[in-house]
């Protein structure tokens, strides 16, 4: 057992953390924006949490696809788990770096690691039959038909209007395990500060043969958070994103922001369709399922509030 008696957290970073999106994705713009998320990771160690942070890579993803798809007559371009994996190295590296020098201006010694994290989805998940998540590039009907005829990808129509409608969507399965849990809680018991799942982990699925094998799907960040939270026994699962609040009516004259709710009210507003899918939905889904797994609350909020609403002063929590 762990001497450490520090409740553990695990922090889903959203995609704001990283590149804003008026921002282009230079390296410069990405690293001011992890420092500032690494002030609140630092705020968050000296209140005396435990953390594990996972986060976004829609943006990073999106940009290494690019430079696929327009290199690929001079270098071999990489499926979509590779570009994974790369992202992960990126994201983490950065986060990495920032943080060990901010902890080196305290004078304090905290060992920081990324680890690059494959998740297990399962064979049967009804995702592979009709894929939802689009990624990477937008495209005119005439190129994503090509595409659908060369590479075999699904493409669907995601805007109403405008001259490239089209982009590529691939199944987001459901994660089922955490392929490195044992390494990351090892780390966690070394006192380590852990970055790991990044972009919702490298999906994987069990071959007959027992071997796994990477997936050209996404799986979403939030649900793996929720997954890696639960496997290494966080005692608070915290989802900052660039809101303040789950709304319930949101963007409606009647909006209102929650504040402490239960698990029976999440859940029923969550049904009445009050959070959108593929944004706040997965956020209060992941949410629900790690009280219900025995976690101690869950948190909804943003990236600046961090630190208050792990005092309670803050954000959307989710209890008993
Ligand atoms: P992230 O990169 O942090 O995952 P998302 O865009 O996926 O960010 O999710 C955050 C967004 O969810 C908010 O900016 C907001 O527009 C949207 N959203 C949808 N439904 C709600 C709701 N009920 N309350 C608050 N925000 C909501
Ligand atoms: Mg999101």
Known sequence: MSKDKRKLVVIALGGNAIKQSN????????????????????????????????HGNGPQAGNLLIQQEEGKELVPAQPLDVVGAMTQGQIGYMFQNTLQNYFRQIGKEIPITSLITQVLVKKDDPDFNDPSKPVGPFYTEEEAKRLEKEKNYVVKKVKPNGEKLWRRVVPSPEPYTIIEAESI???????????????????????DDDSLSG???????????????????ADIFLVLTDV?????????????????????????????????????G???????????????KAIITSL???ADALEGKAGTIIEK
Not at 192 to 207: F, N, T
């Open 23 to 54: 921002e282009n994705g230079t390296a410069e713009e990405q690293f001011r924006n992890v420092e500032v998320t690494c002030e609140q990771l630092v705020k968050m160690n000296t209140l005396g949490y435990k953390l594990v942070i996972t």
């Open 185 to 207: 809680k090892a780390l966690i018991e070394a006192r380590a500060i852990v970055i790991a799942s990044g972009g919702g982990g490298i999906p994987v699925m069990k071959k």
């Open 215 to 233: 997936l050209e799907a996404v799986i979403d960040k939030d649900k793996a958070g929720n997954k890696l939270a639960q496997e290494v026994n």
């Open 244 to 280: 303040e609040n789950a709304c319930i009516n949101f963007g409606k004259p009647d909006e209102k922001a929650l504040q402490k709710i239960s698990v029976a009210e999440a859940e029923e507003y969550l049904a009445a369709g009050h959070f959108l899918a593929g944004s706040m």
């Open 282 to 296: 997965p956020k209060v889904t992941a949410a629900i399922r790690f009280v219900k797994a025995g976690g101690e």
């Open 304 to 306: 600046q509030k961090a």
